[in-house]
């Protein structure tokens, strides 16, 4: 829903995305838009990449060198 927001209107936005100076000022305008009130503090959701076995597409926990399901060496 936000990707749709970020670049509506010639305005990309995805810039504010990361950590920045600007980023608090963003995320209150963000609030007061989907709020209505001044001071709504928005939930924030990143996604994280699952890195997976390449050969059977078991969830790897990280730093794994072999796949602890098949054996597969795993690539870094």
């Known amino acids: 829903m936000f990707g749709l927001l970020f670049k509506m209107d010639g ?24 709020s209505g009130k001044e001071g709504y503090k928005i939930v924030e959701e990143k996604r994280m990449e699952i890195k997976r076995c390449t050969e059977c597409n078991w969830a790897l926990e ?8 098949c054996g597969t060496k795993c690539g870094n």
Not at 18 to 32: L, N, S, Y
Not at 62 to 69: R, S
């Open 11 to 34: 305005f990309d936005l995805t810039k504010y995305q990361e950590e920045g100076k600007d980023k608090e000022k963003v995320r209150a305008i963000f609030g007061k838009i989907l």
């Open 62 to 69: 990280g730093g794994e060198k072999f796949c602890p399901e």
